[in-house]
């Protein structure tokens, strides 16, 4: 049965909507009087010192530049052709909106159009940033973004800055026919609800999705429409030729683990605001469940497993995502992948070693690694970890020891 995106965004007030809570821009929040301290807020600044240079001869070399000035792989590059997007205009499937990105920076870029960047800061969650490529020498003029908090930090995401997915059919001049998951992300998504409006190549065994396809009402029916990547569009226009199904995977978890992450800081500053900066016992237990919920997802206990044969995944973005990896002295990390049957060796995301991870609120931040500890211990049964046999359990262990900063 078709569930159009307007009734979904009217009717989407579920558990994330919480009308008892401030928005992001009210006290205790203050998101527009914070100063942002972002990854990109950081490289902006640098930037306009004079301190980076950027390549401005076409547009293409402009992004190419910018990636690399940002440490996002250009094989991080997913393809989007449906018209979720302030540049909306600007996107179809002959025209696609290319997404980059790394553990806490994502990029987005429409061939013709502007630039769009979220930085996330372990306060504030999405730093909204958007700019014209330059057409000369001068330094780009980069703005904070008030526009994307119109669904960036709408009911779906409860009413927090935080990041979109979705998945959609789009029609053949535009807008969307259909919609799937609505205001939920993360890994554990079915894939039959998955890559609606995006391209998706690469080798992997995932036949029931709706990438590469757009589609046309006739009757009441929605009618399915290949479009094969590169059949619309030209590749020349991006840095690379692909929108692998395997940076697509990785999108989807990290999407999911900064949804969750920001509105538990959010909650947790709500918390602290009413009690006068301490925790009564009923907020210490909303702390706890808010812990419970992400250490569930951190161990990926329900994460969506893969189909027979897995997944191959590009080697230009598994070389680039394994150079960010904390070994152990033995070589072990949150980072190795599987493939196979799911997306890792270890199952503990290794967004616990970011800088957006480690500097949330301590209270918040206790409240998780002591639960992560708990649910690894090796001499207990634990719901969060029953799916963990005893020898992952331990490595995933060893490797936290071994790779996170203990104070």
């Not at 094989?75 to 600007?90: E, G």
């Not at 372990?122 to 000369?136: A, E, L, N, Q, Y």
Request: aromatic share 8%; hydrophobic share 40%.
């Amino acid at each position: 049965m078709l569930r159009k995106i307007t009734f979904l965004l009217l009717g989407a007030m579920a558990v994330l909507g919480q009308s008892d809570k401030p928005r992001f821009h009210q006290a205790p929040h203050n998101y527009w009087q914070r100063t942002p301290r972002d990854p990109f807020s950081t490289f902006a600044a640098r930037l306009k010192a004079g301190q980076v240079k950027l390549d401005h001869s076409n547009e293409k070399a402009f992004v190419q530049s910018l990636l690399r000035a940002l440490d996002i792989p250009s094989a991080s590059q997913l393809l989007v052709f449906s018209t979720t997007s302030l540049q909306l205009s600007r996107i179809s499937v002959r025209n696609p909106r290319a997404l980059y990105f790394n553990d806490e920076t994502y990029v987005g870029y429409v061939p013709g159009g502007q630039i769009e960047v979220i930085s996330m800061d372990p306060h504030m969650g999405g730093v909204f940033h958007i700019f014209d490529i330059p057409r000369t020498a001068a330094l780009p003029n980069i703005q904070r973004s008030t526009r994307c908090m119109n669904c960036h930090a709408g009911q779906e995401l409860g009413r927090v800055p935080g990041l979109l997915l979705k998945s959609v059919v789009s029609g053949p001049n535009g807008g969307s026919l259909d919609s799937f998951r609505r205001d939920t992300t993360g890994h554990g998504i079915p894939f039959k609800e998955r890559f609606g409006g995006w391209h998706v190549t690469g080798t992997h065994a995932i036949k029931d999705h709706w990438g590469n396809l757009h589609g046309e009402l006739i009757a009441g029916d929605l009618k399915k429409i290949p479009a094969p990547p590169g059949r619309y569009f030209n590749w020349a226009k991006s840095p690379v030729p692909t929108s692998d199904i395997l940076p697509h995977l990785i999108h989807e978890h990290q999407v999911g683990f900064v949804n969750r992450l920001v509105k538990a800081v959010y909650d947790t500053r709500h918390y602290l605001h009413l009690g006068g900066g301490k925790l009564n016992p009923a907020h210490a237990t909303e702390i706890s469940k808010l812990a419970d919920a992400l250490v569930r997802y951190i161990l990926f206990t329900d994460e969506a497993p893969l189909p027979p044969d897995g997944i191959g995944g590009d080697l230009a973005f598994k070389t680039a995502f394994a150079r960010r990896a904390r070994k152990t002295p033995s070589g072990q990390s949150l980072r190795d992948f599987d493939l196979r049957t799911r997306l890792f060796k270890h199952r503990c995301s290794y967004l616990i070693h970011t800088p957006f991870f480690q500097n949330i609120p301590s209270v918040l931040k206790t409240a998780i690694v002591q639960r992560l500890h708990r649910a690894l211990d090796s001499n207990r049964a634990d719901p969060l970890s029953i799916h963990l046999p005893l020898a992952e359990k331990t490595a995933i262990t060893q490797i936290i020891k071994a790779t996170l900063p203990r104070r």
